[in-house]
């Protein structure tokens, strides 16, 4: 079929027409006419978990009812956090005969231990546990009840008494208690006391070794004991060091005899005779008159003579006082209490004081007032009292503490024996510190034989030797 040319236009005109009609007017580009992509739904999220129930911890500060009930341990002790222990928390326990609580403060139903009945309390006076314990009819043993303290830690020897006292008993409690001690040597008894109301047991060792004490106390509410450490006991009292051996490289523990023991105290020599010199020897000095507490040279007379020799008018000093004395041969004057360091009681006080102990030793060693009585011979004053830590027996002494020649024998160390003799007959001899025949003399005793010689020797000789003497404080 032919179409005329106008015809064909006019079927052109009318299919453009009908295209911009069905794209709603809009003219789009060949991609932009394809159909719309539908987008993919995001994925549902997980469901949640439900929360865990929480699950309260247990408080620990609460023992809860029933906990122990009917458990077969024998004994418990209790955390000191626990604050509360509540109805049946340790009943119907047959087993139980020991609970340990350190708390004071402290919450306790009145069931808690009932059907428990062979249960004790161990704890504090007057604390929670305690005041319930008394209520309900249980039995308690007390940390606090009582200590005991021993007044011989280092220092024991055959012979001097070991002292054991219960202290802090207990406290608070007006109740009346009774005591048992029983003394232990090497772990094996060796004495049992009757019950007594004492709070202090002595008792005085007869052979070396460790003593021990065990104190049991009983009273209306408790019934307890403690025991004591060891106290090492040695066979004789060793106390302070001096040279003995004659080898200075050191110096040697000095041994006492015990002589009497009374209030707490010692009355001690030493074993030995441990160093040898003269009474009172300023040498150039003729009459070297002297007492224990002090010389007397002026007392007796204010003139005297240069030396050892007899009598000379050409030696003969005079003008003596108190203050003016010669201190040295033919020289300088001074007070006569410039004199004390040639005394035997200077050596005992100061030289061998302070040489021969510790502090702690001395702490021990006790001043002690000496009366110095007269010889009872020759009735020779013995001169003022003194006060002394050590010093040398006096006859009277000599006869209460030592009454037999054997008891007063004793031998020089070896460096006593040793030093040379420079005035005097040579022998054993130990120095009194009461006067002899004169106020020139003084009373000694024989070593070797024991025999106290009344009349003396020239304080100014050095063939006799020192035999320290003291009082000492039990203990230590």
């Known amino acids: 079929m032919k179409f005329s040319k106008c015809t064909a236009v006019c079927l052109f005109c009318m299919l453009l027409v009908f295209t911009l009609l069905s794209g709603c007017g809009t003219a789009k580009s060949a991609p932009d006419m394809l159909p719309e992509a539908t987008p993919e739904a995001p994925p549902a999220p997980a469901p949640e978990a439900p929360p865990e129930p929480e699950i309260p911890e247990p408080d ?26 509540e109805e049946g928390a340790f009943a119907n326990c047959k087993n139980l005969t020991d609970f340990y609580c350190t708390t004071t403060e402290l919450t306790i139903h009145e069931g808690a231990f009932t059907g428990s009945e062979n249960v004790v309390f161990h704890c504090y006076l007057n604390s929670a546990i305690d005041l319930f314990a008394r209520e ?23 012979g001097l008494p070991i002292t054991w006292t219960a202290v802090d008993v207990m406290p608070g409690q007006e109740i009346e208690s009774e005591f048992v001690y029983t003394v232990f040597l090497n772990d094996e008894a060796v004495f049992t006391s009757e019950p007594t ?21 009983s009273n209306e509410l408790t019934e307890d004991s403690r025991t004591c450490e060891a106290v090492p006991v040695a066979e004789q009292l060793i106390m302070g060091h001096y040279e003995q051996d ?26 030995d005779i441990l160093d040898k010199g003269s009474y009172f020897n ?13 010389s007397c040279i002026v007392a007796i007379r204010d003139f005297n003579y240069w030396g050892s020799m007899p009598e000379d008018p050409s030696r003969l000093m005079t003008g003596l006082t108190e203050d003016s004395v010669p201190l040295e041969w033919f020289g300088e004057r001074g007070p006569e209490t410039d004199l004390f360091y040639l005394h035997a009681r200077f050596w005992c006080n100061d030289t061998f004081y302070n040489g021969a102990f510790s502090d702690e030793e001395k702490e021990r060693i006790l001043l002690t007032t000496n009366v110095n009585h007269e010889n009872h011979v020759y009735a020779i004053d013995g001169g003022p009292d003194s ?9 009277d002494e ?6 037999t020649n054997e008891d007063r024998m004793a031998n020089y160390s070896t460096y006593a024996e040793n030093i040379p003799l420079e005035y ?24 070797g034989a024991g025999v106290a010689d009344t009349y003396g020797c020239d304080v100014g000789h050095n063939n006799v030797g020192y035999r320290p003497a003291m009082w000492i404080s039990v203990g230590g």
């Open 60 to 85: 620990e500060t609460v023992i809860a009812k029933d906990t122990y009930n009917g458990s077969d341990f024998a004994e418990y002790t209790l955390d000191e956090i626990v604050k509360t222990i």
């Open 136 to 158: 309900q009819g249980f039995a308690c043993i007390y940390y606090d009840a009582f200590s005991v303290q021993c007044d011989t830690v280092n220092n024991g020897c055959v």
């Open 197 to 217: 109301s004492e709070q202090s047991f002595s008792y005085t060792p007869t052979e070396g070794g460790a003593y021990s004490a065990t104190v049991q106390m």
């Open 246 to 271: 004659d080898d200075p490289t050191a110096t040697e523990p000095i041994a006492w005899k015990i002589l009497t023991v009374e209030d707490g105290k010692a009355f001690v020599v030493s074993q």
């Open 282 to 294: 300023p040498e150039w000095i003729k009459y070297k008159y002297t007492y224990w507490n002090n």
């Open 387 to 395: 006060e002394d830590y050590v010093f040398f027996l006096s006859h």
């Open 398 to 403: 000599l006869d209460a503490y030592l009454p």
């Open 424 to 447: 005097g007959t040579p022998g054993l001899y130990y120095w009194l510190r009461t006067p002899g025949r004169g106020r020139y003399n003084a009373m000694y005793v024989h070593g």
